[in-house]
């Protein structure tokens, strides 16, 4: 399998897969976790549901890191001060 890149309007070049299986990537992992975990609670009646307006982020360095960590300590102060912004409030 392989993807088709299109050089011009003529030309059509075929290159292989440089990026390997899909299955092996930490998307593809994440993406199954959050599958299972919903799926066991679905079967066992649990009522559950992930976050909405969430997205997952692997952190990749330590500059990531202490930026995520500063972002978490300091977000409940910013509920109080931002609390009447519109574009803040969930519906």
């Given amino acids: 399998m392989g993807y088709c890149f299109l050089t011009s309007l003529i030309k059509i070049n075929w290159e292989a ?3 390997g299986v899909q299955k092996d990537n930490v998307a ?3 993406r199954g ?8 609670a679905n079967d066992n009646n649990i009522d559950f549901a992930w976050q909405p307006r969430y997205y997952d982020r692997v952190i990749r360095n330590d500059r990531e890191y202490n930026n995520i960590k500063q972002y978490i300590h300091n977000n ?13 409030l969930y519906i």
């Fill in 76 to 88: 409940p102060n910013n509920w109080f001060t931002e609390r009447d912004r519109f574009e803040n």
């Fill in 28 to 30: 593809s992992v994440l």
């Fill in 17 to 19: 897969n440089k990026f």
């Fill in 33 to 40: 976790y959050k599958s299972s975990v919903k799926k066991y």
